[in-house]
């Protein structure tokens, strides 16, 4: 069953403007990724945070981490029509041995409208 | 270096036929997990191999297994093939400790009819 939910589950916004979406999850975790995901195709590793960072930057992506919330986020700044894509988060849980098991959200459906 | 490999990229098997998928890590990985994708359960745990040991395991019939080789390639296999088993097939690769990325590939797209 999925960990979390991922908010919203929907997003449509101009190109150039920014695009914020949330993920929350449910069990203690070690760390955080985020993956995009162009129309069923396979997933595209985008950043991994820590469960004791609080955020990271990679390029034009902003995550946070707020472990006592049991959410982050994934800001993309300055968007482009070549973000169009499915973004999910995924949790690695702190019982496991890596991320072999990996919990996904449920998505957030992006549109960059040029 | 070369990414993660999953043969073929698309399949149409019959139902009550069995199908075996192919997934090829990263080199220097001895991680390796599956995943299936529908529009209706979203993305879910099959199983994962490290070592050529399946280290966990997800809630799915005893129809899907798995095993790994020695060079870390992996296979799954479907058993007796029902409609609800059309997915989008991933495996994704790791070096298996935590803090490190899981990196996935194209995935198989199964069609089952």
């Known amino acids: 069953s999925q960990q979390g939910e991922e908010d919203p589950q929907a997003l449509s916004i101009q190109e150039g403007e920014n695009a914020t979406m949330n993920c929350s999850y449910k069990t203690s975790i070690n760390n955080l990724q985020w993956y995009r995901q162009n129309s069923g195709r396979g997933l595209v590793h985008l950043i991994l945070?820590?469960?004791?960072?609080r955020e990271k930057h990679s390029g034009r992506l902003r995550v946070t981490l707020d472990t006592s919330k049991k959410s982050s986020s994934l800001l993309i700044t300055a968007s482009r029509a070549a973000d169009t894509a499915s973004y999910f988060c995924?949790?690695?849980?702190?019982?496991?041995?890596?991320?072999?098991?990996?919990?996904f959200g449920t998505g957030t459906r992006l549109t960059i409208i040029p | 270096k070369a990414g993660v490999t999953q043969t073929p990229r698309y399949l149409i098997k019959t139902r009550g036929q069995q199908v075996t998928l192919s997934c090829s890590p990263i080199?220097?990985?001895?991680?390796v997990s599956w995943y299936q994708q529908t529009p209706g359960q979203g993305l879910q745990f099959l199983f994962e191999y490290f070592s050529e040991t399946q280290r966990n395991k997800g809630n799915f019939p005893g129809r899907f297994s798995g095993r790994q080789f020695s060079n870390s390639r992996s296979e799954m296999n479907v058993s007796t093939l029902e409609l609800g088993d059309s997915a989008l097939y991933l495996c994704?690769?790791?070096?298996?400790?935590?803090?490190?990325?899981?990196?996935f590939g194209q995935g198989t797209r199964l069609t089952v009819v």
């Open positions: 995924a949790t690695g849980a702190s019982s496991n041995f890596g991320n072999e098991k990996l919990t």
């Open positions: 945070i820590r469960s004791n960072e």
């Open positions: 080199s220097g990985h001895r991680s």
């Open positions: 994704a690769s790791s070096f298996g400790t935590p803090y490190t990325e899981a990196f």
